[in-house]
């Protein structure tokens, strides 16, 4: 805010010689002091992001594995969003990934529901 008022000074014709210098003056500190102050700010809010997204990742895999050797290798995405706590669209897409990765292959379960079974 400050940066806009010390340009909107800068722009007034009417101002003396020596409020034209203050005003400049002013604009260069604030200019100075706050693009250190948003790019640190950035930095923060992306260093967390990764860490967030690392996070979920380790959790993501943890409790994969866990529920793939507690089912014997079959599990389905119902279990995996559950237990993840997870929505079924992302549960669905990690699996198929880890379905492809580690050749996994498919079942059907008497209710009808896709099972993952992967060899263990």
Known sequence: MLSVSALASLQDKDNNSLQNRDARDSAIACISLGVPLVTGGGWLILGSRRQNRKLLSQHL???????????EGRISVLKFAKEANITGTEA??????????FNATFDHGKQGGIYYHFHI
């Open 61 to 71: 895999q943890s409790t994969f594995y866990d529920l793939v050797e507690l089912g």
């Open 92 to 101: 669905k897409q990690y699996l198929d990934k880890q379905a492809k990765e």
